[in-house]
């Protein structure tokens, strides 16, 4: 297929940014971090299967201030991609085109993921005892 | 201007890629049943934190905690190969590469999902 001569439509460096566009765009990107993180998952479940050897270094990682900072983004990614694929689910539906709609239920997805993320992650360290 | 479709293809729906609504329909029902998959997940990982070996084994062991993140694997790992697929699909153009990198995907989708099922299944049945 030749590409090379043909105009091509405006992309994003056009437009005026603006929260529908970004939400958009996050959507697609926090699914490419979601499908990458798979990779971790599968990492866990199969260290846990082979033995402490093996799981040991996984949890050690998983505990570290990077591996912390990496799942954290994992858990923000994942309850974003979560919410924004309700509110998708409600388009499919046929529910919520019009504008104003369009803002509220986009600034819920927001709030939710983070409050969903901070939620999480307040129960795992209650979990750990760091609250005593 | 009348329409140059056969009334076939019209009430087929298909338009020229022949196929899409069943890549629609599975990407839409994998994203529901992860929902609330996906919350239990979070949920026990959150209630497990700091969990040791022997007490992570134990949780997995368990019939409903495997049987859950069997049916989570399947469905993230299916959800996550049909949207990396139109990812793929919207960026590259080059016929052979678009092609090469979505059979790789599902293979590599296939591959590990099926890695995963095995890891959940030797610890159940442990």
Known sequence: MTTGERPLSPHLQVYRWQITMVLSILHRATGLALAFGTLLLARWLLALASGPEAYGPVQMWNASFLGRLFLFGWTWSLFYHMCNGIRHLAWDSGFGFEIPTFYRTGWTVVIASVVLTLIAWFWGYASLGAFG | ?126
């Open chain 2, 1 to 126: 201007m009348k329409s140059l479709r056969t009334p076939e293809a019209r009430v087929r729906g298909l338009g020229s890629a022949h196929q899409g609504l069943a890549h629609w329909w599975a990407q839409r029902i994998t994203a529901v049943a992860l929902v609330p998959l996906l919350l239990w997940f979070v949920a026990h990982l959150c209630a497990t934190t700091g969990a040791d070996y022997a007490a992570a084994r134990a949780s997995l062991h368990q019939p409903i905690n495997a049987i859950l993140t069997i049916l989570l694997v399947v469905a993230g790992f299916h959800h996550g190969q049909l949207g990396l697929q139109v990812v793929i699909e919207d960026y590259v153009h080059t016929e052979w590469a678009k092609i090469s990198l979505i059979i790789l995907v599902k293979l590599l989708a296939v591959a590990l999902g099926a890695a995963c099922i095995f890891a959940v299944l030797k610890v159940a049945f442990s």
